[in-house]
C-alpha cells in the first residue's frame, strides 16, 4: 500500500513562510485528488486543502488566502506553500490521496512561535 513521504516543516515565527512536500511512489499520481490535512495539539486531524488531477483547489476558511497547494504530476509531489503563518497553523502535516486508501505517512511538523 502507499505510503507518502512529507517534508519541508520547521520552526519559523509568526508572519512568516514555510513549503511543504509531499511525494509518493508505485501509483500513477496524476490520477489521485491530493490533500493536505494537519493535526494540531491535543485535536483530531483535520483537512487544509486539496487538489484534484487537473489542478482545480479547495481550501479551509482558516487558511484560504493565506496558504496555496499544487502539484506537479511529472515528480509525483503535491506542495503547500504556507505564506503569513500564525501560531494556531501550528501541528503536524500530512498529505493523503482522497481517492485511494493510503496509509498515512509520517508527517512534518510545522511550528509558529508568535
Known amino acids: 500500500q502507499v505510503q507518502p513521504v512529507e517534508s519541508g516543516g520547521g520552526l519559523v515565527q509568526a508572519g512568516g513562510s514555510l513549503r511543504l512536500s509531499c511525494t509518493a511512489s508505485?501509483?500513477?499520481?496524476?490520477?489521485?485528488?491530493m490533500g493536505w490535512f494537519r493535526q494540531a495539539p491535543g485535536k483530531q486531524r483535520a483537512w487544509v486543502a486539496d487538489?484534484?488531477?487537473?489542478?482545480?483547489?479547495n481550501y479551509a476558511d482558516s487558511v484560504k488566502g493565506r496558504f496555496t497547494i499544487s502539484r506537479d504530476n511529472a515528480k509525483n509531489t503535491v506542495y503547500l506553500q504556507m505564506n503569513s503563518l500564525k501560531p494556531d497553523d501550528t501541528g503536524v502535516y500530512y498529505c493523503?490521496?482522497?481517492?485511494?486508501?493510503?496509509?498515512w505517512g509520517q508527517g512534518t511538523q510545522v511550528t509558529v512561535s508568535a
Open positions: 493523503q490521496s482522497l481517492s485511494a486508501a493510503w496509509h
Open positions: 508505485g501509483i500513477i499520481f496524476s490520477l489521485n485528488t
Open positions: 487538489i484534484t488531477g487537473g489542478g482545480r483547489t
